[in-house]
Nanobody, 122 residues
Framework: VQLQAYGGGLVQAGGSLRLSCTAS????????VGWFRQAPGKERAFVAA????????DYADSVKGRFGVSGDYNKNTVYLQMNSLKPEDTAVYYC????????????????WGQGTQVTVSS
């Protein structure tokens, strides 16, 4: 499965962005998709995940209530809607996919997108 993540950019604090993760495989909805982020000098961290076959989602505490993850079967795409952005959300964001249940551990994912930069100015 090839993943392409896009939609990052520069936004002011309090603003919104929507990231997209599009897959090459039409059976993408059978996978769980995780979003991770990596800030300079920090380890890659879990942000959100969806097991969209059963509509199950999960979020890191730091983004709960601000971020939402969803999938569009017709477009073979998973979205990460990011609202009320803060400077500490600045990072490269990655989407990743794995079969069956999602995981908070990035090492358990088999497929990765290339990453998209999100910069939030204060």
């Amino acid at each position: 499965v090839q993943l392409q993540a896009y939609g990052g950019g520069l936004v002011q604090a309090g603003g919104s962005l929507r990231l997209s993760c599009t897959a090459s495989r039409r059976t993408f909805h059978n996978y769980s998709v995780g979003w991770f982020r990596q800030a300079p000098g920090k380890e890659r961290a879990f942000v959100a995940a969806i097991r969209w076959r059963i509509g199950l989602t999960d979020y890191a505490d730091s983004v709960k209530g601000r971020f939402g993850v969803s999938g569009d079967y017709n477009k073979n795409t998973v979205y990460l809607q990011m609202n009320s952005l803060k400077p500490e959300d600045t990072a490269v964001y990655y989407c990743a996919a794995k079969r069956s249940s999602y995981s908070f551990d990035s090492k358990s994912y088999d497929y990765w997108g290339q990453g998209t930069q999100v910069t939030v100015s204060s």
